[in-house]
């Protein structure tokens, strides 16, 4: 009996010992398995939020998913800050001569100048006629650049098509609108919002507009839009369009910044 009586704490200290390492491995089995899935994503985040696979099928979601493994837009981390330049100042020795921007901007991703400019680090970024299907992100990264440094809903954001821009240096003007902007995003809103996808909208040459709930790729959705080449296209971005979001006016062969905008 004394024999038995001292085998059950024993026995009961065995089992605690044993239930307790069963369920050590059952915890790290669960952090394992639930790490595995918060690593493992089924599903691109880029395909997830883009709109126009919602729809389309397999297909186009394999071509969205080769276009961004091809081409992603680069971090807002490798550009130089020189918002303390005026390209105005004579002094520097140009004064809006071609190759004064690209003399400013070299060896970088882009630069900030001004306080109203995204300039391209790129050699061969001359202009609009630069950006295609292969490079789009690297654009589209420096007018998000734009975009986040002038989101409100009394911004535009402006590129200028070939012929209509005094530097062979790809840039980008970000400002405050003026009474023909504050008109011209008045006309756009009365007929863009609420519409779907691009609608045509005469402003100068063949002009398109679309609504956009959230900010989108702006390049890559307007080349979509004429045949893949922007060489004569213009691009406005208007923040806080509809209330909340984003309207995109792409025109041709004309720029309507000194309308819309004063420095």
Same mark, same amino acid.
């Given at each position: 009996l004394a024999q038995a009586t001292l085998s059950i704490p024993l026995f009961l200290t065995v089992q605690s010992a044993l239930t307790s390492n069963v369920?050590?491995?059952?915890?790290?089995?669960?952090?394992?398995?639930?790490?595995?899935?918060?690593?493992?994503?089924?599903?691109?985040?880029?395909?997830?939020?883009?709109?126009?696979?919602?729809?389309?099928?397999?297909?186009?979601?394999?071509?969205?998913?080769q276009l961004r493994s091809e081409d992603r837009e680069e971090p807002d981390s490798n550009f130089t800050n020189l918002d303390h330049i005026d390209p105005d100042d004579e002094q520097l020795g140009a004064h809006y001569a071609d190759g004064f921007l690209a003399n400013l901007c070299h060896g970088t991703s882009y630069c900030a100048i001004a306080g109203y400019m995204i300039v391209a680090g790129h050699g061969d970024a001359k202009g609009m006629e630069s950006i295609h299907n292969s490079n789009v992100g690297y654009y589209d990264s420096m007018l998000r650049?734009?975009?986040?440094?002038?989101?409100?809903?009394?911004?535009?954001?402006?590129?200028?098509?070939?012929?209509?821009?005094?530097?062979?240096?790809?840039?980008?003007?970000?400002?405050? #609108?003026? *009474? &023909?902007?504050? $008109?011209?995003?008045?006309?756009?809103?009365? %007929?863009?919002?609420?519409?779907h996808g691009w609608q045509n909208f005469a402003e100068c040459g063949t002009?398109?507009?679309? #609504?956009? *709930? &959230?900010?989108? $790729?702006?390049?890559?959705?307007?080349?979509? %839009?004429y045949g893949g080449h922007l060489a004569n296209v213009g691009v406005t971005v208007w923040p806080g369009a509809c209330g909340h979001g984003v309207i995109v006016l792409a025109t041709t062969h004309c720029s309507i910044e000194h309308s819309i905008s004063a420095r």
């Open positions: 369920m050590k491995n059952v915890i790290i089995l669960a952090f394992a398995v639930l790490f595995a899935g918060v690593l493992a994503d089924p599903k691109e985040p880029a395909l997830q939020q883009d709109d126009e696979c919602a729809s389309s099928g397999e297909a186009c979601g394999l071509n969205a998913l650049a734009a975009y986040n440094r002038c989101a409100s809903g009394s911004c535009v954001i402006i590129t200028n098509p070939v012929g209509h821009r005094t530097q062979s240096r790809f840039h980008i003007h970000y400002r405050r #609108y003026n *009474g &023909g902007g504050a $008109s011209l995003k008045h006309r756009l809103e009365k %007929q863009i919002c609420g519409s002009g398109k507009a679309k #609504y956009f *709930g &959230g900010y989108p $790729s702006v390049f890559r959705e307007v080349l979509g %839009q």
